[in-house]
Each structure stands twice: as structure tokens, then as C-alpha cells.
């Protein structure tokens, strides 16, 4: 716990049993670390799923599942751990659909884009990867390769999705992704942020990946529908959403921030300035970052520096399942960005070390491998759950990112 102490230059004690131990200066403390996390959040999995589902109690829903997939990928690239690779291949497989593209029938009638999106981000790393390839099924109709079910296919089946919706989508606003796609659904009046900004996330990593101009062209025009209508703010706050409902047409935004909302972009961007070396992407890149930290990290009091926390709901402690998992993505995202963006480096470290450190001090419930969720209060605050642990993980293993393997380009 000395580095805790250290960072926060106060004093306080770890309740619960030992905390989890993390050096954030010794590579094998960190893998260590991620190895004890992966074994708590695979205490979630449920054996008996037909869609790869981890498992918790309602309300619980299929993207959090495709999040811990992608988490799992991580880990298995930056620990060479191969434990979890067939259970990853089988869980994405049995969600993919017959389409391809992470549409399932299991989640007909209320899947959202930012549903799918979240498992689309796991192939999306597997194709970066090199993530051992599902046995090839070959469909006719296939035109990006001679998989069907490559992780490159997928994610283009899925980014075409995106395209097609965003035309149906454009009769409001001038453009963007509704939340739903089913029209059915509650959430068909709603353009939201973490729908637009997976979106932009997708199209940035096919551009970086393939050079393919669409993608780049695409990504373009999703930030700057962005920022045209006010979702990516001036100060580049990322807000939660608009609704394009009977005349509203996005002329009222909804100004909450959550965390995940700015990750999706700040990647985007960073992707884009890998695609591009375009220095304006660079520039974005910066602004995201800096308007994450300024939201997303130092506890409600400024007591805890560089420590990251959800302030729409962890200070109240009204953080739902979903909620509770959100720093998680910021981690990982910031951590990637960090790694295409190197002038970002020396920001996202500082922010991701004593994040990391304080995440742990946090994971000190029943065992080392059950995380709270408020890691600015220095020791487990007994708010245990599967977004805690996934969100416990991606801090502690996105500091890996340093000695990653370089994502891969289409040759
Ligand atoms: C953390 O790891 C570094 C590098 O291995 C080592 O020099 C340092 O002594 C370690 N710190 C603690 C507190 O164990
Ligand atoms: C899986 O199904 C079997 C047989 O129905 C049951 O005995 C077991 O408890 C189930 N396991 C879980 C984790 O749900
Ligand atoms: C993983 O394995 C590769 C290939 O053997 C090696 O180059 C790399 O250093 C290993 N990484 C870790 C974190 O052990
Ligand atoms: C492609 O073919 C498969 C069957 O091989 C079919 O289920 C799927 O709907 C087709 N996709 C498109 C986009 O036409
Ligand atoms: C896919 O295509 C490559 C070359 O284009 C070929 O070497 C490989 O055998 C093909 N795989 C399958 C499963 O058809
Ligand atoms: C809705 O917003 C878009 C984009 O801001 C604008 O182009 C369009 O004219 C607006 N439509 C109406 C009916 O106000
Ligand atoms: C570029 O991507 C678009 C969209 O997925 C696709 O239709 C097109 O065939 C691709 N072009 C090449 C040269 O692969
Ligand atoms: C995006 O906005 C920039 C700056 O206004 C403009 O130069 C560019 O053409 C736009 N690109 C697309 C694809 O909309
Ligand atoms: C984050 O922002 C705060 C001010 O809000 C600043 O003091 C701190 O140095 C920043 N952190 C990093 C790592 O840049
Ligand atoms: C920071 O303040 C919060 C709320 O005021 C408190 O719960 C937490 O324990 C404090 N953290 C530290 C490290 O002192």
C-alpha cells in the first residue's frame, strides 16, 4: 500500500482482507495483477450461456458481456496467458449471427447500436491482434475476403450496418445514429454518444487497419456531425446524447457526462491520427484527453489525484450495473490512444498509474479479486459487481500497452 500513501501523501487503512498487490514500475506485478482480475471477473461466467454471456443478476445486458470478451482479448495479447482463447472464440462466435456482424437472433427486437458496437470493439481488437482466427466459414455473398467470419469481415459487416442506419437515421439532424435501430424500441428518439462515437471508433480502426479511404472519409463525417450539432462540445466535453423526437431534432442536448461517452472518441481520434498523420487528429486527440481528465479523474473533492471516477453516480452512489464498468473503457481507450498518439504518452501514464494503484487498493473484498467501485476512497467501499472487476482489470492491464506488440495492418 506505500504507493498509495505515497501518491495521495495521506494516510488511511486498506479495510478488508489484502489488497491487491500492484507495482506499477515491474511488468510482472502488473501481469500478475491482471492474471488475479481475469479469474475474479471469470468468476461472472456463465457455463451454461448460448450467447457467450457473462452472467449477473437483472438488469443485465448482452454488451457488457461483449466488453469482457474485449477485456479478455487484451489480456491474453499483453500476458501471452492463453487461458481464455477458446472461450473467447466460442463466445464471439455464438454471437455473431448469421449476418456477421454481431446481430444475433437471441437479441432480436431491442439490440441498440451501442450493444452491438461493444462486441464489434473485440473484434476490431482481434483483427489488430492477430487474435487466433474462428474456423472459416465462406459465404457467397462475401466480398472482403474469403472468410465470412474473419474478424476484418466482421467488423466491415458491422460498419456497413452503421452505414445503412445512418442513411435511414438522417431524415432528423442532419444526420447520426439513432440509439436503437429498432424502431420499436424506447430508445428510437435518441441520438447518443457512446452509438456515434462507436461508430466513429469503427470506422477509424478500418481506416487504420485496411487504408481504405471509405473509412477515413466515414470517420470524418461522423466528428464533424459531432461537433456540428454540440454531442462533442467546444471544451471537446463529450455529452450524453440528443433527442430527435417529433421536431426536436437534436436542438436540445443532454449534458451528462459519463466516461465511456469521451472514450469512444478520444480512440476514434487517436486511430485517425495513426490513419492520417494528419495533425489535427493529434490536436483532437489532445483536447479529448485533456477534457477526460478534467471530468474523469481526481475524486469529488480533488483528493485523489490522477485517480479516474464516474462523477454522475459514484459520489451518490447511484451507479447501475452498466455505470459501474464505464472507467474500464476509458482505460483501455486512453491506454490504446497512448499508444498510436506517443505525444500523448507521459499524460495517460500518469493518469493510468495512479488510477491503477488506487483500483487496487480497491480490490480488497471478500479476496484480492473482488474490486469496489469508488477507487478515490482508498480501500474497498463494499459496491462489488461484474462492471467493478472488468473496470479493476482494464486499469491494471491497460498498463501493459507499453510492451503490446504493434496492431497489425492488412497486408
Ligand atoms: C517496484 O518494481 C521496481 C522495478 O522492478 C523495483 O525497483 C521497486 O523496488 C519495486 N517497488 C516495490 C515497492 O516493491
Ligand atoms: C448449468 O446447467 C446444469 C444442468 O442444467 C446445472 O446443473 C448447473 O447448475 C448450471 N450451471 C450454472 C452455472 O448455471
Ligand atoms: C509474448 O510472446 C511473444 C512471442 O513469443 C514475445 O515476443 C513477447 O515478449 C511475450 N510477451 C510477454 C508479455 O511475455
Ligand atoms: C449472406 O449470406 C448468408 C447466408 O450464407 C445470409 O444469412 C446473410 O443474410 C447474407 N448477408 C447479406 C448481407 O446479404
Ligand atoms: C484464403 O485465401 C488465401 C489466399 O488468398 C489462401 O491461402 C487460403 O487457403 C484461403 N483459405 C481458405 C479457408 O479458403
Ligand atoms: C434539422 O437539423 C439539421 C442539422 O442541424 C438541419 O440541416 C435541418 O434543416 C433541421 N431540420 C429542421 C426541420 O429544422
Ligand atoms: C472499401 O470499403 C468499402 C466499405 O466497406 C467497401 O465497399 C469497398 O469495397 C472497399 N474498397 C476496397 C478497395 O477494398
Ligand atoms: C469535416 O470538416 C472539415 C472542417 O470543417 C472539412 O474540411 C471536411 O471537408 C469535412 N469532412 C467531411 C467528410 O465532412
Ligand atoms: C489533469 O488535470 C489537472 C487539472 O485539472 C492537472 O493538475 C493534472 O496535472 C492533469 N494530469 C495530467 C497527468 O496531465
Ligand atoms: C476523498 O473524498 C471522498 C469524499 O469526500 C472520500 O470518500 C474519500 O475517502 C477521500 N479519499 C481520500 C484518498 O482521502
Redesign the pocket.
Given at each position: 500500500m506505500t504507493g498509495l500513501v505515497l501518491l495521495f501523501g495521506l494516510l488511511f487503512t486498506v479495510c478488508g482482507a489484502g489488497a491487491l498487490h500492484l507495482n506499477v514500475s515491474d511488468q510482472e506485478s502488473i501481469s500478475q495483477a491482471a492474471t488475479t482480475l481475469t479469474k475474479g471477473l471469470y468468476g461472472y461466467h456463465n457455463v451454461n450461456s448460448t450467447a457467450g454471456q457473462f452472467d449477473q443478476p437483472q438488469p443485465w445486458f448482452w454488451w457488457l458481456s461483449g466488453a469482457g470478451w474485449t477485456a479478455l482479448i487484451d489480456y491474453t495479447v499483453y500476458t501471452n496467458d492463453t487461458t481464455y482463447v477458446s472461450d473467447i472464440q466460442a463466445a464471439l462466435a455464438q454471437s455473431l449471427g448469421p449476418s456477421f456482424d454481431f446481430v444475433p437472433p437471441q437479441q432480436a427486437g431491442w439490440e441498440a447500436n451501442d450493444d452491438q458496437v461493444y462486441w464489434v470493439y473485440a473484434a476490431l481488437t482481434a483483427m489488430e491482434y492477430d487474435f487466433p482466427a474462428l474456423p472459416c466459414v465462406t459465404a457467397a455473398n462475401n466480398?472482403i475476403g474469403n472468410c465470412t467470419n474473419s474478424w476484418y469481415a466482421v467488423a466491415?459487416h458491422a460498419?456497413?450496418d452503421f452505414v445503412t442506419r445512418w442513411s435511414i437515421d438522417s431524415e432528423t439532424c442532419g444526420g447520426g445514429l439513432k440509439w436503437q435501430y429498432n424502431p420499436s424500441a424506447s430508445g428510437w428518439y435518441y441520438k447518443n454518444a457512446v452509438s456515434n462515437g462507436g461508430f466513429f471508433q469503427t470506422a477509424a480502426r478500418l481506416a487504420r487497419y485496411?487504408g481504405?479511404q471509405?473509412?477515413t472519409l466515414w470517420a470524418t463525417n461522423i466528428w464533424n456531425w459531432s461537433v456540428r450539432t454540440g454531442l462533442v462540445g467546444d471544451g471537446y466535453q463529450v455529452f450524453d446524447g440528443m433527442s430527435d423526437a417529433e421536431g426536436a431534432n437534436c436542438s436540445s442536448i443532454n449534458h451528462d457526462q459519463w466516461s465511456y461517452n469521451v472514450a469512444a472518441y478520444l480512440s476514434g481520434a487517436a486511430y485517425m491520427y495513426a490513419a492520417t498523420a494528419d495533425p489535427t487528429w493529434e490536436t483532437i486527440t489532445h483536447g479529448l484527453l485533456a477534457s477526460a481528465n478534467s471530468t474523469f479523474f481526481g475524486g469529488p473533492s480533488s483528493n485523489a489525484t490522477d485517480v479516474m471516477f464516474e462523477p454522475k453516480c459514484e459520489p451518490s452512489g447511484s451507479c447501475n450495473t452498466d455505470q459501474a464498468s464505464f472507467k474500464g473503457s476509458l482505460a483501455t481507450w486512453m491506454a490504446k490512444a497512448s499508444a498510436l498518439v506517443p505525444s500523448t504518452r507521459l499524460t495517460v501514464k500518469a493518469l493510468l498509474d495512479s488510477s491503477a494503484v488506487a483500483a487496487a487498493g480497491a480490490c480488497s473484498g471478500l479476496d484480492s479479486d473482488t474490486c469496489g467501485l469508488r477507487w478515490y476512497e482508498g480501500g474497498f467501499d463494499g459496491n462489488a459487481g461484474f462492471g467493478q472487476t472488468l473496470a479493476a482489470l482494464e486499469v491494471v492491464q491497460s498498463l501493459l500497452v507499453t510492451t503490446a506488440p504493434e496492431m497489425a495492418v492488412l497486408s
Open positions: 466480398t466491415v460498419f456497413e485496411s481504405n471509405t473509412y
